[in-house]
T-cell receptor, first 115, second 114 residues
């Protein structure tokens, strides 16, 4: 089955610095890669996603890159702010077809942005 | 927001008991997924249902089962509870037509097994 490795498990940066979180996946059938942010005691919320036919996507201070050949994708947050502090999860999704749907999350990265 | 709702919020059970968790999707969403999130870990995919049909299943034992009703709400059932089933159970809904549809998570049900 799919295995998603996420690194680092914790990341501490100074406000204004950039943060990068990396994930690798194993199932070549995975074709959609969302990133979720989960604040303490709250539900996960989608922050950005990328499809397998796209190499990079950007939304303001957040960007995601995908290297299908190497099976890895990364989240980039620029100009970090204290409110960016949360746990970030990457995920890999395999598509429809009978009962083939499967979403696999990474183990998460606790990002702390110090003022 | 009129988002995904789950009930109950918290639940305490003892080993061997059975539990039923409920989820109501966002209006118009036809797909519901269930996840188990153990403290400090990422959510683990349990099931996805679309139009009352199972679309995917994670690596969970047969003690876990689910169903989706005509109004697209869903139940997750867990039989013969074990201590290791203690976790936050998250439900997520999506429009459902594509695997790239955004999943919106509910607040979760915190299950404690004693």
């Amino acid at each position: 089955g799919e295995n998603v490795e996420q690194h680092p498990s914790t990341l501490s940066v100074q406000e204004g610095d950039s943060a990068v979180i990396k994930c690798t996946y194993s199932d070549s059938a995975s074709n959609y890669f969302p990133w979720y942010k989960q604040e303490l005691g709250k539900r996960p919320q989608l922050i950005i996603d990328i499809r397998s036919n796209v190499g990079e996507k950007k939304d303001q201070r957040i960007a995601v890159t995908l290297n299908k050949t190497a099976k890895h994708f990364s989240l980039h947050i620029t100009e970090t702010q204290p409110e960016d502090s949360a746990v970030y999860f990457c995920a890999a999704i395999r598509g429809w077809g009978g009962s083939n749907y499967k979403l696999t999350f990474g183990k998460g990265t606790l990002l702390t942005v110090n003022p | 927001d009129a988002g995904v709702t789950q009930s109950p919020t918290h639940l305490i059970k003892t080993r061997g008991q059975h539990v039923t968790l409920r989820c109501s999707p966002i209006s118009g969403h036809k797909s519901v997924s269930w996840y188990q999130q153990v403290l400090g870990q990422g959510p683990q995919f349990i099931f996805q249902y679309y139009e009352k049909e199972e679309r995917g299943r994670g690596n969970f034992p047969d003690r876990f089962s689910a169903r989706q009703f005509p109004n697209y709400s869903s139940e997750l059932n867990v039989n013969a509870l074990l201590l290791g089933d203690s976790a936050l159970y998250l439900c997520a809904s999506s429009l459902g037509g594509q695997n790239t549809d955004t999943q919106y998570f509910g607040p979760g049900t915190r299950l404690t097994v004693l």
